[in-house]
């Protein structure tokens, strides 16, 4: 079992940034695999990124490409969502999850322990 807890969202203008931190309890934090996603009004929940548990391979949807980046600290326990170039398309809800399971999942299937979720929103 782990728990995980999600904060630093925020309101912010376009064009701005944001740090999301993820911090983990429980279970050995490096056996997992991290990821975030998002949840806009309306819409399923997406992919963002992901991180391997040794932080040599992340992923990136096309969308964040180049203006995201992903980090871990497994002294920590946390995981991180660095958001530059922010846009009002970003505006969501942003989870946290950890998986246990093989690789490094890029679908919300491969995840079995979730966060709240903070909100992210971006004004024009």
């Known amino acids: 079992q782990v728990q995980l807890v999600e904060s630093g969202g925020g309101l912010v203008q376009a064009g701005g940034s944001l740090r999301l931190s993820c911090a983990a309890s429980g279970r050995a934090f490096s056996s997992f695999a991290m990821g975030w996603f998002r949840q806009a009004p309306g819409k399923g929940r997406e992919f963002v990124a992901a991180i391997s548990r040794s932080v040599r391979t992340t992923y990136y949807a096309d969308s964040v490409k180049g203006r995201f980046t992903i980090s871990r600290d497994n002294a920590k326990n946390t995981v991180y969502l660095q958001m530059n170039s922010l846009k009002p398309e970003d505006t969501a809800v942003y989870f946290c999850?950890?998986?246990?399971?093989?690789?490094?999942?890029?679908?919300?299937?491969?995840?079995?322990?979730w966060g709240q979720g903070t909100q992210v929103t971006v004004s024009s």
């Open positions: 999850a950890a998986s246990s399971g093989i690789g490094v999942p890029r679908v919300s299937g491969g995840y079995d322990y």
